[in-house]
């Protein structure tokens, strides 16, 4: 017999128990259900609205739950549909008629509500966890490589010299932001729908407060309608989750790069890439392309709870019992590409001397040379110009700019002097590079500051 199972003259097709059962899934929920349980059964004592004797057992009685399910003793039956229903049906069978008053004042659309807010909290605060080490690892590098000189990019042809430092800095500013978005989500989270029933609140004397304070939420929910058909905030999740990947994968694919024989940048830890089966002397990237890789699942569970909320009239429908297992497998594979990123990040060799010659030798001082003329003088559209063909004349030669002899370069404009070789060097082209949030190594000093204080500060 359901629990719900009254108004019914007919068992359930079979069908429809293994199509429409979330047990599998949502047990995962387990612990938190059971905690919002001892709340919500705490209030109702307090408020004479369920015997006193009866809350205590109840709590007792849960409180014996959870411990067995920590301890991995609990078997859960698909028959009884989801994790609420399983947890009262477990709490009957321990304690009695007592346990049949806890669903008072309460139904598992505001419980379920309840559940995913205080799980999508725990996500974020997870995440945060897992990207300041990350953050932390970055300012690691860039200290030790402000002033190592590595080529920027752009249409990933060499553009003009920056440092590994201040690259590594950019993505500490992508991973920050990420922190802080999680931090919102948190917020956005915690407000606490309990007391908002099936859809229209409850005739009960709740203490909705008291609930929100026994669970350490901010706030209570403040429309019944809203409260249980809402799930921005596993949206919100989402988003900061896929925002997050994103980052990772950009960075993933650099390092896949780097790691190129063509590039040489970067030399990936034995314990982070693989072999072929095939091939002897392969070492592949593996663990940055499953992360770049995973990047689109994520993007998936967004999308798919997205859509399954577009249509849904208010209030609660059973199509939003479809937002867990994206929440879920968001959440492990943000955690899981968190962590190998970092351990692989933290154990790359760079090759700084590579990358070095390489800005050396993609004219990544054309801009400077420019530059320079300008200084003397020459505007700088005609500057341009004539670096232009001083480039031109270089690629047919086989040579960089500073190559040629001060006549050479005289022949282009009359303009040049001796200091243009101490001017265009790759050392001047990124020191001279001082403005705020430039590549001087100065200034990534003062990011990379900035960034200390940051995480210092920070807190949910
Ligand atoms: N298992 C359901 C879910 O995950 C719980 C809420 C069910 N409520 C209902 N009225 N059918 O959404």
């Known amino acids: 017999m359901k629990l719900w199972g009254g108004r019914f003259e007919k068992a359930t097709s079979g069908l429809v128990d293994d199509f429409h059962s979330s047990i599998s899934f949502d047990q995962r929920l387990a612990a938190l259900d059971i905690t919002g349980s001892i709340a919500h059964a705490t209030m109702l004592g307090e408020q004479g609205i369920i015997p006193d004797a009866d ?3 109840i709590v007792a009685g849960l409180q014996g739950i959870l ?9 859960f039956e698909q028959d009884a549909e989801d994790i609420h229903m399983n947890v009262e049906k477990i709490l009957t069978e321990r304690i009695g008629e007592a346990g049949k008053r806890l669903h008072t004042g309460r139904s598992r659309n505001d419980q379920v509500a309840l559940d995913c807010r205080m799980y999508v909290k725990q996500a974020a605060a997870e995440a945060v966890t897992y990207l300041r080490a990350l953050c932390e690892t970055l300012l690691g590098i860039a200290r030790q490589h402000a002033e190592s000189i590595m080529p920027g990019y752009t249409h990933l042809q060499r553009a003009q010299p ?19 978005r999680m931090k919102e989500v948190y917020h956005h989270a915690d407000v606490c729908p309990l007391g908002c029933g099936a859809l229209a609140g409850t005739t009960y004397p709740l203490n909705r407060e008291r609930t929100a304070e026994l669970l350490g939420f901010a706030s209570i929910s403040l429309n019944s309608l809203d409260a249980v058909s809402d799930r921005d905030f596993v949206c919100d999740y989402l988003y900061a989750a896929s925002a997050c990947m994103m980052h ?4 993933c694919e650099e390092l896949i790069l780097w790691n190129s024989h063509e590039f040489k940048f970067v030399e990936m830890d034995d314990g ?19 992360i770049r890789g995973k990047t689109g699942r994520v993007y998936g569970d967004l999308i798919g709870l997205l859509t399954t909320l577009k249509g849904l009239p208010l209030t609660y429908n059973k199509d939003m019992q479809e937002d867990k297992e994206g929440l879920f497998d968001a959440r492990d594979t943000l955690v899981k590409s968190l962590m190998v990123f970092t351990a692989m990040l933290s154990t790359c060799t760079f090759r700084t001397e590579n990358m070095a010659r390489s800005a050396e030798g993609g004219f990544t001082n054309a801009t400077d040379a420019a530059d320079y003329l300008v200084k003397k003088g020459m ?7 004539v670096i232009g063909h001083l480039v031109l004349h270089c690629v047919k030669e086989n040579k960089a700019i500073l190559d040629l ?15 243009v070789y101490d001017a265009c060097s790759m050392r001047a082209c990124v020191t001279l590079r001082d403005v705020p949030g430039g590549p001087a190594p100065g200034r990534v000093r003062e990011t990379i500051a900035a960034g200390e204080a940051f995480l210092d500060a920070f807190e949910i």
């Open 55 to 57: 809350a205590r057992a």
């Open 67 to 75: 411990r067995d399910v920590e301890a991995g003793r609990v078997q």
């Open 162 to 180: 920056v440092t590994l430092g201040h690259h590594m800095m950019a993505y500490f500013q992508m991973f920050s932001r990420d922190m802080q």
């Open 248 to 251: 990772l994968s950009r960075f």
């Open 272 to 290: 982070f890439a693989t072999g072929s089966s095939i091939m002897p002397q392969k070492k592949n990237p593996d663990v940055a392309e499953l």
């Open 379 to 385: 505007p700088f559209r005609d500057a341009h110009a």
């Open 405 to 419: 002899s001060l006549e050479e370069l005289k022949a282009f404009s009359p303009l040049f002097d001796a200091d």
